[in-house]
């Protein structure tokens, strides 16, 4: 058909259009890869690297150990894996350092760079460590007050995400690591060293049972399944976090994008109502001009698809590599698996095709001399408002501009609000995270210091108070800490929800993290086991304390002795206002007011070039989106622009009176956006409460909220000021030729 | 003079698709006068129009209006000049289609230095009745007149009219002719018509025929007719 070479030329004519929608598509279908390439590429990762170096079903310990022969028989017994692990803590002041006794049949770890230890100088360290530090192959460390020689990196798969201690919230690689020695070296230097026991189950195995066997005969001191484990769960939520969030922003952001992209293939074909008026008067059939003009419309969709799916397969590595902040540094392979790089070019062609399909049709079942005159959809009963208002002819006209070209004035909003929405989603997060920080001190209590021990201690400590902190878990294995506390105590955080101080000496609390997971509410019964024993127990809640960063039931010491079985003056862990001279093989851990504060700070810190990239993605969304929408709204005003200037008009007044009508969804735009910003970080927040074990408060401080106005302000003026010179550059004569009404 | 053309000359395209739209023309007209440019299609009369109207520039030649020299003005002064002293009527009335009637003309009064009465304008092209209308709603004749309306409220000293009757049957023409003289009397403005309707040249003081881009006659009309009694 000759009227195909109207391809080419259209595409010259109208360059800005085609260009912004082409934008708009890619920009929309690279936030879908992005996050669909790092959910899948860490997940197989994920799985593959589980699956070759034996990665844990649970890790356990005892307070009886287990000899090496009764381990071989329980693996028979039970048909499970079976492994003692040895290793030792260190802190050198700077870092502090795990060091454990090479596996040789689960948890084994895979060097990165350099080589295992061969020498009784060498050490091997975890690679998160060393690539935060800048430490390479060759360089000393000290451990245990020794020097070695870094002889590699590795990662292992229990400790994929390298969480220090199960009770912290965030991962920490610049003050803690892994290591490995040689085993002659480990002995000189820990002896024998702590022990864990790891596991793997077999397929038929009776978990309960063999646990079970293992309390009745070596007494379980604590056990840790690797569903329960942050450390390897994390690896798997994450991505299924992002493959999520990918699904949602294919369905929401390309969807809006095409309905904006429909809209405006809608208005261009109106415009060109008189040409297909004539082809058809000329005996065009109507399939031939419908199938012309939906093949117009997929250009964008086509062009902007193919450009997707070529930059994302080059690219496909850097990509996926913004999803591997939080976690060690794992080396998958992310590619774009074909069908979905497919997908993006077919669906967003498909949808755009069918949109300008139905609009053509729709035309063509009007009168051929209407057509002819343009007169389709010039008849809004929408523009008849203010006929008698004494406003200024300005004011009027904007008004009119905008209600009686909704579907234009609907793009336009959405660009702004789609902007301001990405852009305070972006810096809802930070202060989201930042909030985080700030309030966990006054839920925490008013402690300065946090001493878990080593050791089951009795009486009064000396300075401080008194704390009973042991793992439980729910039957869904949600673990839990189970807190006893003197009736008296004043420097952990007793006040409930209702704002009154927990009588902790008569019942049972949870706090508001704990009632999130667990789903337990104030006055609902709790069933909950001994990670140890797995003896259950069942209590009444009695209230909820605000505490969104820590999961625990708390009650007064005696009570919590009641269930453990341990005795009522017993304690294992300290809060302190001050520090305390305690001695140091005693304590297991140390947590300080601003332990919490600097895990976020590093959360934030991992996750900034995701978030600023988000930021960055909402101003290009804005701008083209308001650039191919302004650019069809000049082009259908051009008429009036260049009477206008022939009336005698400044420049300056007819862009106030073409251009400025849109400033009136300005402020909507912006309001709802930011609106919208706070519901999904809400949302986000809610996810977030299985995946982090952290309640994050949705929150947009004023100072971000400012910054949402002045971007998507500053968005909407330059895609304003891109098009000022079309309006000078209009002209005047060559507009009134065609100008007919 | 109050309108002085000389040697003016306008030319399109570049090489062997170079057109000549005017090429030397002169011309005098005094103040208060009709005056109809006849010609055929691609005869230069449109471009003269228009480089008479500040809406395009001369490529040699010079144009005054009332002692001011349109040539070699900047942009803005064009836009000024446009504003304060001409009033333009188009073939296709070239009403803003979001305006009613009384927008339509308002919106020029705003601008104005010193605009005419709004109303009494209205009043004066028999369009009052309309003034809440919007341009689809009314026939071409009526459009017509608040195109007058819309050039005359801002009070110009020139009215420039490309083929206002082209689009208009006979009876509406002659109503729209009756108007171009009832303002002309009224307020004395000099009135440019460019038209290729013979019929036309009666309502002028001043008959011009224009040809190739050249002034080919220039005559005063000593028997000048009302629009009444013209034939068209």
């Given at each position: 058909?000759?009227?195909?070479?109207?391809?080419?030329?259209?595409?010259?004519?109208?360059?800005?259009?085609?260009?912004?929608?082409?934008?708009?598509?890619?920009?929309?279908?690279?936030?879908?890869?992005?996050?669909?390439?790092?959910?899948?590429?860490?997940?197989?990762?994920?799985?593959?690297?589980?699956?070759?170096?034996?990665?844990?079903?649970?890790?356990?310990?005892?307070?009886?150990?287990?000899?090496?022969?009764?381990?071989?028989?329980?693996?028979?017994?039970?048909?499970?894996?079976?492994?003692?692990?040895?290793?030792?803590?260190?802190?050198?002041?700077?870092?502090?350092?795990?060091?454990?006794?090479?596996?040789?049949?689960?948890?084994?770890?895979?060097?990165?760079?350099?080589?295992?230890?061969?020498?009784?100088?060498?050490?091997?360290?975890?690679?998160?460590?060393?690539?935060?530090?800048?430490?390479?192959?060759?360089?000393?460390?000290?451990?245990?007050?020794?020097?070695?020689?870094?002889?590699?990196?590795?990662?292992?798969?229990?400790?994929?995400?390298?969480?220090?201690?199960?009770?912290?919230?965030?991962?920490?690689?610049?003050?803690?690591?892994?290591?490995?020695?040689?085993?002659?070296?480990?002995?000189?230097?820990?002896?024998?060293?702590?022990?864990?026991?790891?596991?793997?189950?077999?397929?038929?195995?009776?978990?309960?049972?063999?646990?079970?066997?293992?309390?009745?005969?070596?007494?379980?001191?604590?056990?840790?399944?690797?569903?329960?484990?942050?450390?390897?769960?994390?690896?798997?939520?994450?991505?299924?976090?992002?493959?999520?969030?990918?699904?949602?922003?294919?369905?929401?952001?390309?969807?809006?994008?095409?309905?904006?992209?429909?809209?405006?293939?809608?208005?261009?074909?109106?415009?060109?109502?008189?040409?297909?008026?004539?082809?058809?008067?000329?005996?065009?059939?109507?399939?031939?001009?419908?199938?012309?003009?939906?093949?117009?419309?997929?250009?964008?969709?086509?062009?902007?698809?193919?450009?997707?799916?070529?930059?994302?397969?080059?690219?496909?590595?850097?990509?996926?590599?913004?999803?591997?902040?939080?976690?060690?540094?794992?080396?998958?392979?992310?590619?774009?698996?074909?069908?979905?790089?497919?997908?993006?070019?077919?669906?967003?062609?498909?949808?755009?095709?069918?949109?300008?399909?139905?609009?053509?049709?729709?035309?063509?079942?009007?009168?051929?001399?209407?057509?002819?005159?343009?007169?389709?959809?010039?008849?809004?009963?929408?523009?008849?408002?203010?006929?008698?208002?004494?406003?200024?002819?300005?004011?009027?006209?904007?008004?009119?501009?905008?209600?009686?070209?909704?579907?234009?004035?609907?793009?336009?909003?959405?660009?702004?609000?789609?902007?301001a929405m990405i852009m305070a989603f972006g810096y809802s997060f930070?202060?989201?995270?930042?909030?985080?920080?700030?309030?966990?001190?006054?839920?925490?209590?008013?402690?300065?210091?946090?001493?878990?021990?080593?050791?089951?201690?009795?009486?009064?400590?000396?300075?401080?108070?008194?704390?009973?902190?042991?793992?439980?878990?729910?039957?869904?294995?949600?673990?839990?800490?189970?807190?006893?506390?003197?009736?008296?105590?004043?420097?952990?955080?007793?006040?409930?929800?209702?704002?009154?101080?927990?009588?902790?000496?008569?019942?049972?609390?949870?706090?508001?993290?704990?009632?999130?997971?667990?789903?337990?509410?104030?006055?609902?019964?709790?069933?909950?086991?001994?990670?140890?024993?797995?003896?259950?127990?069942?209590?009444?809640?009695?209230?909820?304390?605000?505490?969104?960063?820590?999961?625990?039931?708390?009650?007064?010491?005696?009570?919590?002795?009641?269930?453990?079985?341990?005795?009522?003056?017993?304690?294992?862990?300290?809060?302190?206002?001050?520090?305390?001279?305690?001695?140091?093989?005693?304590?297991?851990?140390?947590?300080?007011?601003?332990?919490?504060?600097?895990?976020?700070?590093?959360?934030?810190?991992?996750?900034?070039?995701?978030?600023?990239?988000?930021?960055?993605?909402g101003?290009?969304?804005?701008?083209?989106?308001?650039?191919?929408?302004?650019?069809?709204?000049?082009?259908?005003?051009?008429?009036?622009?260049?009477?206008?200037?022939?009336?005698?008009?400044?420049?300056?007044?007819?862009?106030?009176?073409?251009?400025?009508?849109?400033?009136?969804?300005?402020?909507?735009?912006?309001?709802?956006g930011i609106a919208a910003a706070y519901g999904i970080m809400?949302?986000?927040?809610?996810?977030?409460?299985?995946?982090?074990?952290?309640?994050?408060?949705?929150?947009l401080?004023?100072?971000?909220?400012?910054?949402t106005?002045?971007?998507?302000?500053?968005?909407?003026?330059?895609?304003?000021?891109?098009?000022?010179?079309?309006?000078?550059?209009?002209?005047?004569?060559?507009?009134?030729?065609?100008?007919?009404? | 003079?109050?309108?002085?053309?000389?040697?003016?000359?306008?030319?399109?395209?570049?090489?062997?698709?170079?057109?000549?739209?005017?090429?030397?023309?002169?011309?005098?007209?005094?103040?208060?006068?009709?005056?109809?440019?006849?010609?055929?299609?691609?005869?230069?009369?449109?471009?003269?129009?228009?480089?008479?109207?500040?809406?395009?520039?001369?490529?040699?030649?010079?144009?005054?209006?009332?002692?001011?020299?349109?040539?070699?003005?900047?942009?803005?002064?064009?836009?000024?000049?446009?504003?304060?002293?001409?009033?333009?009527?188009?073939?296709?009335?070239?009403?803003?289609?979001?305006?009613?009637?009384?927008?339509?003309?308002?919106?020029?009064?705003?601008?104005?230095?010193?605009?005419?009465?709004?109303?009494?304008?209205?009043?004066?092209?028999?369009?009052?009745?309309?003034?809440?209308?919007?341009?689809?709603?009314?026939?071409?004749?009526?459009?017509?007149?608040?195109?007058?309306?819309?050039?005359?409220?801002?009070?110009?000293?020139?009215?420039?009219?490309?083929?206002?009757?082209?689009?208009?049957?006979?009876?509406?023409?002659?109503?729209?002719?009756?108007?171009?003289?009832?303002?002309?009397?009224?307020?004395?403005?000099?009135?440019?018509?460019?038209?290729?309707?013979?019929?036309?040249?009666?309502?002028?003081?001043?008959?011009?025929?224009?040809?190739?881009?050249?002034?080919?006659?220039?005559?005063?009309?000593?028997?000048?007719?009302?629009?009444?009694?013209?034939?068209?």
């Amino acid at each position: 058909m000759k009227l195909n070479k109207r391809y080419a030329r259209s595409i010259k004519t109208d360059l800005s259009f085609y260009f912004s929608a082409t934008v708009l598509t890619m920009v929309t279908l690279l936030m879908f890869y992005l996050f669909y390439i790092a959910g899948t590429g860490i997940n197989k990762y994920g799985d593959d690297f589980f699956s070759a170096y034996k990665r844990e079903d649970a890790t356990f310990s005892t307070y009886a150990e287990i000899p090496d022969e009764e381990l071989s028989a329980l693996e028979l017994k039970y048909g499970v894996t079976l492994e003692k692990e040895r290793f030792a803590a260190t802190d050198e002041g700077e870092y502090r350092v795990r060091v454990f006794l090479p596996n040789g049949k689960i948890d084994l770890y895979e060097i990165q760079d350099g080589h295992a230890p061969e020498n009784n100088g060498d050490i091997i360290i975890s690679a998160g460590y060393a690539v935060e530090n800048n430490v390479k192959v060759g360089d000393r460390l000290k451990v245990n007050g020794k020097e070695y020689a870094v002889a590699g990196t590795f990662l292992r798969p229990d400790y994929l995400y390298m969480v220090e201690n199960l009770t912290d919230d965030y991962k920490n690689v610049t003050t803690f690591f892994l290591a490995y020695m040689t085993p002659e070296e480990f002995k000189d230097s820990f002896d024998g060293g702590s022990i864990n026991y790891k596991v793997i189950y077999g397929d038929d195995t009776d978990q309960v049972t063999f646990r079970k066997e293992i309390n009745e005969n070596y007494y379980m001191a604590s056990y840790l399944s690797a569903d329960s484990n942050m450390r390897i769960t994390f690896v798997h939520q994450q991505a299924d976090m992002f493959i999520m969030s990918s699904w949602f922003i294919l369905v929401i952001f390309p969807l809006v994008t095409v309905a904006l992209i429909c809209i405006l293939l809608g208005r261009r074909i109106r415009a060109e109502q008189k040409l297909i008026g004539t082809l058809s008067a000329m005996g065009y059939e109507k399939s031939k001009l419908m199938r012309h003009y939906s093949l117009f419309a997929a250009i964008p969709g086509v062009i902007g698809g193919l450009l997707t799916s070529v930059c994302a397969l080059i690219l496909s590595g850097p990509f996926g590599s913004i999803g591997l902040a939080d976690y060690e540094p794992m080396k998958p392979q992310f590619t774009l698996p074909v069908w979905v790089a497919v997908a993006g070019i077919i669906v967003p062609t498909l949808i755009y095709w069918l949109a300008a399909m139905l609009r053509v049709r729709k035309l063509l079942k009007e009168d051929t001399v209407k057509l002819l005159a343009g007169q389709v959809g010039n008849n809004a009963k929408s523009r008849r408002i203010l006929t008698k208002s004494k406003k200024k002819v300005g004011f009027k006209y904007a008004i009119r501009q905008l209600v009686g070209n909704p579907g234009r004035s609907f793009v336009i909003f959405l660009g702004i609000f789609l902007g301001a929405m990405i852009m305070a989603f972006g810096y809802s997060f930070i202060d989201s995270v930042k909030a985080v920080g700030e309030q966990a001190h006054g839920e925490f209590g008013t402690f300065k210091y946090e001493y878990v021990l080593n050791t089951l201690e009795k009486g009064a400590p000396d300075g401080g108070e008194a704390m009973m902190i042991l793992p439980y878990e729910d039957g869904d294995m949600r673990r839990f800490s189970l807190i006893g506390l003197d009736g008296d105590a004043t420097l952990w955080n007793l006040t409930t929800t209702d704002g009154k101080k927990a009588d902790i000496e008569n019942g049972f609390y949870i706090s508001t993290l704990c009632e999130a997971i667990c789903g337990v509410h104030k006055g609902d019964e709790f069933t909950f086991r001994s990670i140890a024993t797995l003896e259950e127990h069942t209590v009444k809640i009695d209230g909820v304390i605000r505490n969104g960063y820590q999961n625990y039931i708390v009650s007064s010491r005696e009570k919590i002795a009641d269930i453990t079985g341990l005795d009522k003056e017993n304690y294992n862990a300290i809060l302190s206002n001050h520090s305390l001279d305690l001695e140091k093989d005693k304590v297991a851990e140390t947590i300080t007011d601003s332990s919490f504060e600097t895990q976020m700070q590093n959360m934030l810190n991992a996750m900034s070039g995701l978030v600023y990239a988000f930021i960055g993605i909402g101003m290009i969304v804005c701008v083209a989106s308001l650039y191919a929408t302004v650019n069809t709204m000049l082009s259908e005003n051009r008429h009036n622009i260049s009477m206008l200037k022939v009336l005698g008009f400044e420049n300056g007044r007819i862009h106030s009176m073409i251009i400025s009508s849109n400033h009136l969804l300005l402020i909507p735009g912006i309001a709802l956006g930011i609106a919208a910003a706070y519901g999904i970080m809400a949302w986000y927040s809610s996810q977030f409460v299985e995946i982090e074990k952290l309640m994050i408060p949705a929150t947009l401080k004023p100072f971000s909220i400012i910054l949402t106005v002045l971007f998507t302000a500053a968005c909407y003026f330059v895609s304003l000021l891109l098009l000022r010179r079309k309006v000078d550059k209009t002209n005047m004569v060559e507009a009134l030729k065609d100008g007919r009404e | 003079m109050f309108i002085e053309v000389k040697d003016a000359k306008k030319q399109y395209g570049t090489g062997e698709a170079a057109v000549y739209a005017l090429d030397g023309a002169d011309l005098s007209l005094e103040k208060g006068k009709i005056c109809v440019i006849l010609g055929p299609s691609g005869s230069g009369k449109s471009t003269l129009l228009n480089m008479i109207g500040g809406l395009d520039s001369l490529d040699g030649g010079e144009i005054t209006v009332d002692g001011q020299k349109i040539t070699g003005l900047s942009k803005k002064a064009l836009t000024s000049y446009r504003m304060q002293s001409v009033g333009f009527v188009f073939q296709f009335y070239n009403l803003i289609p979001d305006l009613t009637v009384e927008e339509n003309v308002e919106v020029v009064a705003e601008i104005a230095e010193k605009p005419l009465d709004t109303d009494e304008m209205l009043k004066a092209l028999d369009i009052q009745k309309y003034r809440y209308r919007f341009p689809r709603e009314l026939s071409g004749g009526q459009q017509q007149r608040v195109a007058i309306a819309r050039a005359m409220v801002k009070n110009p000293k020139l009215l420039l009219c490309d083929e206002l009757t082209g689009a208009l049957d006979t009876r509406s023409s002659r109503s729209v002719l009756k108007f171009i003289e009832k303002v002309n009397a009224q307020y004395g403005t000099t009135t440019l018509i460019i038209t290729h309707n013979e019929g036309i040249a009666g309502i002028a003081d001043v008959v011009v025929r224009i040809r190739d881009g050249k002034i080919a006659s220039y005559t005063e009309n000593d028997h000048k007719l009302t629009a009444d009694e013209l034939e068209m």
